[in-house]
């Protein structure tokens, strides 16, 4: 049947020659027009356009593919190419439209997955710290305009503190992975590009007392502990059972009954809440009075210290813990500095070294000597950790704890 203006609605289904290679395809209610052709010894076809597509149009387009095949271009390809060329154009583009403060926190959240930050504490603490300290500055730019002097200007303000340099930190990983996500092609943020502007942090140093944890004597770290055994709630008796334990924060607040073992007298610290990042569990011999203070615990949670407030998160907060410890003293005191009080009694008491070390689950020693030395020493850590206790918390103080509810 001859294929015209008039008959181009009206054919039944199938294949219909307008011309050499040039066909009305009819599937049911479609009807589109295709150039069959081949190369390469490949037959392929390729759309012309629908049906309503005037004829004359169909010819020139398909006049038009004919020399490029006769050229040896394939039209198919060459279409699925500059698609694919205005795919990653129209991206670009998208990505050079992202405004820093619709870029940062996601990207601090893939670098988190990525560099797997150690507590829960990393990736908010990041977030705030830009939040605070750069949004008001490079919110609104575009990721890809900013620019060292706009670094150097967020920078400056906060340059002589501490969190200067953390923020630079944190804003060199978000450009880094701006970098690698195609956004731009180089990192502001870098020291190396900002060492011109900014004096280094070693020069800002110098001549400024070294700054540590807050830390109390043993003796003063002894009447703390006893100050907070006669409080008798939960919260002072966390306090007591991290400086026991002499653990970091997180190992101890966030403990869980399942950690536990009464028969070993231990507590099992998971891989998620080790600095070090070692993908065992860390094993920690429990003394005593460490155990006497569990035994009057309450087991209604899963938490062994349930906080009565935060209930929806089950254990204390720093914060809260931080408080009570600095209520305890009317000197400076932090809850990690605790840990140094702890290292100081064992150097002053002539206490193995390596054992207080792996008390505080501290690396010791080069890459060679940790290969050879594995053993954990829990039996030699068991007798330390009791020794501390004894002196910092002698068992009659926890003769008269009461159950707490």
Not at 143 to 169: A, F, N, S
Request: some cysteine; glycine content about 4%; hydrophobic content about 40%.
């Amino acid at each position: 049947m001859t294929v015209n203006a008039k008959t181009v609605k009206t054919l039944p289904n199938g294949t219909h020659r307008l011309e050499r290679g040039v066909y009305l395809r009819v599937q049911n209610d479609r009807r589109f027009w295709i150039l069959r052709y081949s190369i390469d010894k490949k037959r392929r076809d390729i759309g012309l356009g629908d049906v309503d597509t005037p004829i004359a149009t169909v010819r020139a387009k398909a006049a038009t593919l004919k020399l490029m095949i006769a050229k040896g271009i394939d039209p198919a390809e060459k279409k699925a190419q500059l698609k694919a060329e205005k795919e990653k154009k129209e991206k670009i583009e998208r990505k050079q439209r992202i405004l820093f403060k619709d870029y940062y926190i996601g990207a601090l959240e893939r670098i988190s997955e990525q560099r797997r930050w150690q507590g829960d504490n990393q990736l908010t603490n990041s977030i705030s710290s830009v939040r605070k300290n750069a949004l008001y500055l490079l919110g609104e730019i575009p990721v890809c305009e900013i620019t060292t002097l706009d670094i150097v200007d967020t920078l400056t303000p906060i340059w002589d503190r501490p969190k200067g340099e953390t923020l630079q930190q944190k804003l060199k990983l978000i450009f880094a992975r701006a970098v690698f996500e195609g956004i731009r092609e180089d990192n502001p943020a870098e020291w190396k590009v900002l060492d011109g502007f900014l004096p280094s942090v070693s020069a800002m140093k110098k001549g400024k007392p070294i700054s540590h944890n807050a830390a109390v004597s043993a003796e003063e770290l002894k009447r703390v502990v006893r100050s907070l055994i006669k409080q008798k709630n939960l919260l002072s008796l966390c306090l007591v059972f991290g400086i026991l334990t002499v653990g970091r924060v997180s190992e101890y607040s966030k403990a869980q009954w399942a950690e536990v073992s009464v028969k070993g007298r231990t507590l099992s610290i998971p891989p998620e809440r080790r600095k070090d990042k070692k993908p065992i569990n860390f094993t920690v011999p429990l003394s005593e009075q460490a155990m006497k203070i569990l035994a009057r615990l309450p087991k209604k949670t899963r938490y062994v210290f349930q906080s009565p407030v935060r209930k929806e998160e089950g254990y204390p907060s720093q914060a809260a813990l931080v408080k009570r410890i600095k209520s305890a003293t009317t000197e400076d005191i932090s809850t990690h500095g605790t840990r140094s009080t702890f290292s100081d009694w064992c150097a002053n008491n002539d206490k193995n070294f390596l054992v207080s070390e792996k008390c505080l689950m501290h690396n010791v020693g080069g890459a060679v000597f940790m290969a050879y030395q594995r053993d954990d020493l829990l039996d030699k850590r068991r007798e330390l950790l009791q020794e501390w206790a004894d002196y910092i918390c002698p068992m009659e103080w926890l003769d008269s704890l009461a159950e707490i509810a």
